[in-house]
């Protein structure tokens, strides 16, 4: 069979069909609006209009199958995000074999959260993008999506390592290594914005800027900001907040 004739189905759960979903419950919306107005066109004949009526139904039910699709897998991948951690700087095994990496990612991350305190293992663990030796080897690993079994888990990782990070760096002599919430991808995008000023303060300025919690600070007022969020947060502070998503 011709794989030209080999369509995937209109109701399809994959995420990367959710931008064109979008686009055809725009699309409907359109034409129902232009239907509505044919009502008061006296040239259309009875049976077209019987037609027309018809096909606005069926173009009603299917959007509201696609819009009813889409919020599944908003919800499904929401309650995935709430529940993932991203640790960066973690070394990548250089076997050729993915499996054995796979295997050595699945072991370091459970010595990770045994180091962290967390009395968890990861549902999934994945390095997130394509593997390169040659960059891996020079030390730009890849970082790893870590799912949680429940959102506990994750604000605890969060937790932990704020009381524990420099500790961990310190024995693991990995300065590089840092653990932060999944984000989506409008947060990504004013991550990678705020990184981009924070970088251009420090060349402006010389000083030792850097970004905590979504704020750019002098790295001489952490340890005064960490003690007053102790002080007002209680055992469990608060996470960054999270920025209004509206998923892609």
């Known amino acids: 069979m011709s794989h030209s004739l080999l369509k ?23 034409m129902n609006l232009a239907i509505d107005t044919l009502d008061d066109d006296p040239s ?4 077209a ?10 173009l009603k039910m299917a959007a509201s199958i696609i819009n009813n699709s889409v919020s599944d897998i908003d919800y499904a991948a929401e309650m995935e995000r709430r529940r993932s951690v991203v640790i960066t700087g973690l070394p990548e095994n250089q076997s050729e074999t993915p499996s054995i990496r796979a295997i050595s990612d699945n072991n370091t991350v459970t010595g990770f959260l045994d180091q962290l305190g967390v009395e968890t ?18 030390g730009a690993c890849r970082p790893i999506k870590v799912v949680l079994p429940a959102s506990s888990f994750q604000r605890t990782c969060l937790h932990q390592w704020k009381k524990k990070a420099m500790d961990i760096r310190r024995h693991l002599d990995n300065k590089r290594l840092n653990i932060r919430e999944s984000l989506t991808q409008e947060q ?3 991550r990678r914005e705020l ?3 924070c970088a251009e303060k420090r060349k402006e300025t010389s000083a030792d800027w850097i970004i905590y919690n979504g704020e750019i600070l002098l790295r001489s007022e952490i ?4 003690r007053n ?9 608060r996470t960054t907040p999270m920025l209004t998503r509206q998923k892609n």
């Open 121 to 138: 293992r990861s549902v999934v663990c994945y390095r997130m993008g394509w593997y390169n030796k040659v960059r891996a080897t020079n």
């Open 229 to 237: 969020e102790e002080n007002l947060s209680g055992p469990f502070p």
């Open 8 to 30: 995937r189905p209109l109701i399809s759960n994959s995420p990367n069909q959710i931008p064109q979903k979008r686009h055809f419950l725009n699309e409907v919306t359109s």
């Open 49 to 58: 209009r019987v037609i027309i009526s018809q096909l606005s139904n069926l």
């Open 195 to 197: 990184q981009a000023e």
């Open 188 to 190: 990504l995008k004013a």
């Open 44 to 47: 259309i004949s009875p049976a």
């Open 223 to 226: 340890k005064e900001r960490r």
